[in-house]
């Protein structure tokens, strides 16, 4: 009878603990689901978000994961893709109404007439410029003459090599750059198909893991505050349903926040694997001899075969050496940081300059009301 008593206790301890932390995370980090849902029974809504398997669009997977474990608010279920250059065609043609993207090739898209809009940013920081672990290159001036792989023509990869080159002297003619879809540029290194290549991790830190590559530089060290990609919307979704919109921010946002948030409560739908509990399609465990801070977690829900299926243990790798090697706060969008990037993708070609009778400009493409009210 005793025995029973304290099961029970010890289970009603354990309701309470999830309980808490539901009202933390779905509560707390994420008040317009609610509000949105309301109560009674009254249908969800729902959209698709695109990402690719990096680590700039880590909170996507994650907010993914949160409201598909929600009862209430709207579920963003994401959906995977390989590389860019889809993600712009179902942009273009409507299929797509939501993604993580890169910042120069919205901002490209915007400028050929796709009616999109920059409403947050993936990351800040978490590129990574590597070279073959045996490799003489010691320094950005020793890439001259070799051949490097960037992730997109309108990349903010390929914007930083270009301020780099300036700063050490290069040319365009110095330096060949090749288009690789990220999660391929680790072999084409081991292959040594290309000298170099910079990108968002995890696919850099792959290469460190398994012994053939070598960090040339961290973007984090060469331009502070980095921005590789952004959530981008399409402008007929923001003007049918606003506030969907502004829940899909709130929930980025909300996730960015526990990523980088100190702590060790554990997600919804998140165990250790001490618990002895068997992952299923609705449970991620933390691998056994982990700790459970929240970036641990991040890389356990994002691991997952349906978003990066990628080893958990190369995703914690990139989110804790170093700490700092990519962050998800701060991320509302900021008129200097476009208008720099802007400058080099217009010297670059990418589209062309405003000019008085076709002006284009930072409120072309970026709205950032919903950031603003996602951070109040």
Request: aromatic content about 10%.
């Amino acid at each position: 009878m005793a025995r029973s008593i304290r099961i029970g206790a010890a289970l009603i301890g354990v309701l309470a603990t999830l309980f808490a932390l539901h009202v933390q995370l779905n509560l707390g980090g994420w008040p317009r689901f609610l509000k949105r849902a309301g109560s009674g029974g009254q249908a969800r809504g729902e959209l698709l978000v695109g990402f690719l398997p990096v680590t700039c669009h880590l909170t996507c997977p994650v907010t993914s994961w949160v409201t598909s474990h929600s009862a209430r608010g709207s579920v963003f279920r994401s959906k995977k893709y390989t590389e860019f250059a889809t993600i712009a065609e179902e942009f273009k043609s409507g299929q797509l109404k939501a993604s993580f993207i890169l910042a120069p090739l919205a901002m490209t898209l915007r400028r050929q007439g796709v009616p999109i809009k920059i409403v947050y940013l993936g990351h800040r920081d978490g590129t990574t410029l590597i070279v073959g672990k045996d490799s003489r290159i010691r320094s950005f001036a020793d890439l001259r003459g070799k051949t490097i792989a960037i992730p997109h023509r309108y990349s903010n990869q390929r914007i930083l090599l270009e301020r780099q080159m300036e700063r050490a002297g290069l040319s365009a003619q110095n330096l060949k750059m090749v288009v690789y879809p990220p999660p391929e540029m680790p072999s084409a290194l081991q292959k040594h198909a290309v000298d170099a290549y910079i990108v968002g991790e995890p696919f850099a830190a792959k290469a460190e893991m398994e012994g053939y590559g070598r960090v040339l530089a961290f973007t984090k060290d060469l331009w502070p505050n980095f921005i590789s990609c952004v959530l981008a919307v399409r402008e007929d979704l923001i003007r049918s349903d606003r506030s969907l919109v502004q829940e899909l921010v709130d929930g980025i946002a909300a996730s960015g926040r526990w990523i980088d948030a100190p702590g060790q409560d554990l997600a919804v739908g998140v165990h250790r694997a001490e618990e002895g509990v068997s992952e299923t399609p609705a449970v991620a465990i933390v691998p056994s001899g982990w700790d459970a801070n929240h970036r641990s977690q991040a890389a356990a829900i994002a691991s997952r075969k349906e978003y990066y299926n990628q080893q958990p243990e190369l995703l914690r790798f990139v989110l804790s050496k170093p700490p700092d090697r990519v962050r998800y706060t701060g991320l509302t969008p900021a008129r200097s940081d476009f208008e720099e990037i802007q400058r080099y993708a217009e010297k670059l070609g990418y589209f062309q300059p405003p000019t008085p009778g076709d002006p284009f400009g930072f409120q072309d493409y970026c709205d950032t009301t919903f950031a603003i009210a996602a951070t109040r």
